[in-house]
T-cell receptor, first 115, second 110 residues
Framework: GAVVSQHPSWVICKSGTSVKIECRSLDFQATTMFWYRQFPKQSLMLMATSNEGSKATYEQGVEKDKFLINHASLTLSTLTVTSAHPEDSSFYIC???????????FGPGTRLTVT | GQQVMQIPQYQHVQEGEDFTTYCNSSTTLSNIQWYKQRPGGHPVFLIQLVKSGEVKKQKRLTFQFGEAKKNSSLHITATQTTDVGTYFCGVYNQGGKLIFGQGTELSVKP
């Protein structure tokens, strides 16, 4: 149990376009979902925390108008990168927790390349 | 905010050699977690340590939490090529957010 999926697994888009990434908890209801960004050879940096039915909480330095997060249900959170630029190219990973457990279950990640 | 320093950044070993990565904090930690990320993959939870001086083992992996709960280590005995990846420690801050260390990338030469 505790499987998290992400879609798409990779995406290439042109500069100025928007990209939506979905994160789903497949076999459990996620009380909280997190979005991370990881650049090559670097650690995971938390971007935002998302709770179902409420606004996401963004980390300092993360533009909420650029990275739109919607947590419509207990099994789905989406991250939309608006007006993407090459510097937004990165590996985006979501994670989810259930029943206020300490363990985070990570999705397989989405590799975004902006040309 | 909560920060943990993880060293070394890279470790290259011959298959069969041991490997250790360390995480240190300037403040007392309530708990610490360890994750493994294979190349091209996503982090996978390994373990959580909570108690002062706690030692846990998973086959060839030994996890320790310092007596002062300010440091932790992950030790792999007799590394294998399947151990390749980046190992991260993670701690929850007061806001309930998981903050990762910088990670230690392990490469194993057959």
């Amino acid at each position: 149990g505790a499987v998290v999926s992400q879609h798409p697994s990779w995406v290439i888009c042109k500069s100025g376009t928007s990209v939506k990434i979905e994160c789903r908890s497949l076999d459990f209801q996620a009380t909280t979902m997190f979005w991370y960004r990881q650049f090559p050879k670097q650690s995971l940096m938390l971007m935002a925390t998302s709770n179902e039915g409420s606004k996401a909480t963004y980390e300092q330095g993360v533009e909420k108008d650029k990275f739109l997060i919607n947590h419509a249900s207990l099994t789905l959170s989406t991250l939309t990168v608006t007006s993407a630029h090459p510097e937004d190219s990165s590996f985006y990973i979501c994670s989810a927790t259930r029943d206020y457990s300490y363990e985070q279950y990570f999705g397989p990640g989405t590799r975004l390349t902006v040309t | 905010g909560q920060q943990v320093m993880q060293i070394p950044q890279y470790q290259h070993v011959q298959e069969g050699e041991d490997f250790t990565t360390y995480c240190n904090s300037s403040t007392t930690l309530s708990n610490i977690q360890w994750y493994k990320q294979r190349p091209g993959g996503h982090p996978v939870f390994l373990i959580q340590l909570v108690k002062s001086g706690e030692v846990k083992k998973q086959k060839r992996l030994t996890f320790q939490f310092g007596e002062a709960k300010k440091n932790s280590s992950l030790h792999i005995t007799a590394t294998q090529t399947t151990d390749v990846g980046t190992y991260f420690c993670g701690v929850y801050n007061q806001g309930g957010k998981l903050i990762f260390g910088q990670g230690t990338e392990l490469s194993v030469k057959p």
